[in-house]
């Protein structure tokens, strides 16, 4: 198994699974870095026969991303994540700004779930793994994992459109 094609083909997927719980772009650099760092480590005892390689990969992101957040509360950190850009930066078009507040409002909206349902969507949508797929990752059945994911889409529809955004 060649690591720099899994780096390759997965490394934009992971990311955008850690930005789902991870809000800070430097912290998620971090927790990206250390998944695959764990996942070069430990490419000498995948199993192809147990999970395929996005099962396994994501098994670690998940992992990575719960010592981050156990990490974080022991040390009792408050990040301001929602600062705005610092002053001197170019400024941008209105369609990047509508954009980047669209994005602002979903991961807040995002971040209001209970953390199964977050991890759940994060996984669905960062990743665009089956709901037969995340079942074998969690130990939930397949059909469960799809009530919780049709129920979490259906709280954030509600709250995008309590917002007006929807």
């Known amino acids: 198994m060649d690591f720099a094609g899994i ?11 850690v930005r ?11 927790v990206t870095g250390r998944i695959f760092e ?10 192809a026969a147990r999970a395929s390689v996005q099962v396994w990969l994501f098994t670690i992101a998940r992992n990575a ?8 509360s022991r040390r009792g950190e408050v990040f301001l994540e929602d600062m705005e850009e ?18 602002a409002l979903l991961l807040e909206a995002v971040s209001a779930l ?14 665009g793994m089956t709901n037969r797929e995340i ?12 009530v ?3 129920r979490a889409v259906k709280q954030l529809q509600a709250s995008l459109a309590a917002k007006g955004k929807l």
Do not use: C
Not at 20 to 30: G, I, N, S
Not at 38 to 47: F, H, K, P, T, V
Not at 114 to 127: E, T, V
């Open 7 to 17: 780096y390759d083909r997965y490394f934009a997927k992971v990311y955008n699974y």
């Open 20 to 30: 789902y719980h991870v809000r800070l772009p430097a912290e998620a650099d971090d």
């Open 38 to 47: 764990a996942a070069l480590d430990g490419l000498q005892s995948y199993d």
């Open 65 to 72: 991303v719960i010592d981050w957040a156990r990490a974080r």
């Open 86 to 103: 610092r002053a001197g930066t170019e400024p941008r078009v209105e369609d990047a700004l509508e954009k980047k507040d669209e994005a």
């Open 114 to 127: 209970d953390g199964r349902s977050r991890d759940l969507i994060a996984l669905k949508f960062s990743s």
């Open 135 to 146: 079942a074998l990752m969690t130990g939930l059945g397949e059909s469960h994992v799809g």
């Open 148 to 150: 919780i994911i049709y």
